[in-house]
């Protein structure tokens, strides 16, 4: 164990980097597609509503919503704006835009469009109105995740320092604590430096999220080290990294089994003693393969609501799917909008990614 210290929507009756092409192969097999369970969602999520709520005490935040030409994209950019959470500026073809929103019977009236012929260029000319200091954020609307991000992390794009990651923040009926998962979604076989930058931007996400106590669980199989299981190494090497400050912020312990990881009394019957252990709060899994059954597993067998974000670049990522419940692709939003918030009030993070 290792300790580091902190830092209703309103209706009417072609070449990228390698880089790019890593993290575009990983957003095509694994996008997050399932934000909504199969499963009867609640009327009321109460960690949700308390996130959405959180955004009050804010302005809203300038959103660039890249190529929103289906319902979907529409109805939850137009929900968080109806709440105050997001001022969209809409991003893409604009005949193709109105002719969505007609379809759908939403009113976009009086909302900027940017009209751009296709969803590459809608892309770059997103990044733009970033780097002008136009928009704090980016939102997916109806393009493929790899044609989003190739123009962010495109050298003259959004990059920082940082890796870029994707947390997920699942809402778990039944657990006593939100989850953060990472990285599920980007990274396909993220190397221990490549690590430290994920679980770094998970931890500066839950404190953008008010989390009073961030516990970091680094999963893999077992809780001992073991030389001939590569990620119980990785595991132990984190804890050391923020035992020499290179990890900041939350209380790291690994390698973590998930029982003990999420359960006490798993914990407990391990006579595993951590302030960590059990009480996790944010789980690093070894690869996006493991993050993505585990992920899948909470939202397809338990029920849990998934919010999403990239993290990393010089903005927050919203990431939405038209899977997505409309609770959900507002959640992401909220996330979104109090990680703007924080970096606000933080410009150095900010140019840092985190």
Known sequence: MSASPAPTSPRLTPGASPAARSMSTAARTS???????????????????????????????????????????????LEARRLGIVEPVLVGPRAKILAAAEKAGLDIAGLP???FPHSDAAAEASVALVRSGACEALMKGSLHTDELLRPVVAKDGLRTGRRISHCFILDVPGHDVPLIISDAAINIAPTLAEKMHITQNAIDLAHALGLAEVRVAILS???????????????????????????????LDGPLALDNAINLAAATTKRIVSPVA??????????????????????????????????GARVPIILTSRADSLKTRVASCAVAALVAAARRGNPAAAAAGG
């Open 31 to 77: 996008s997050p597609e399932f934000g909504a369970s199969p499963m009867a969602e609640p009327e009321s999520r109460p960690r949700y509503d308390h996130l959405i709520a959180a955004c009050r005490a804010y302005p809203p935040t300038s959103v660039a919503v890249v190529h929103p030409c289906d319902e979907s994209s529409l109805e939850g950019m």
């Open 113 to 115: 469009i940017e009209d």
């Open 221 to 251: 199989a077992m809780e001992t080290v073991n030389p001939n299981v590569p990620s119980t190494l990785e595991a132990a090497a984190l804890c050391k990294m923020a035992d020499r400050g290179q990890i900041t912020g939350a209380l």
């Open 278 to 311: 059990g009480r996790a709060n944010v789980l690093i899994v070894p690869d996006l393969e493991a993050g993505n059954m585990l992920a899948k597993s909470l939202t397809f067998l338990a029920g849990a609501t998934a919010a999403g974000i990239v993290l």
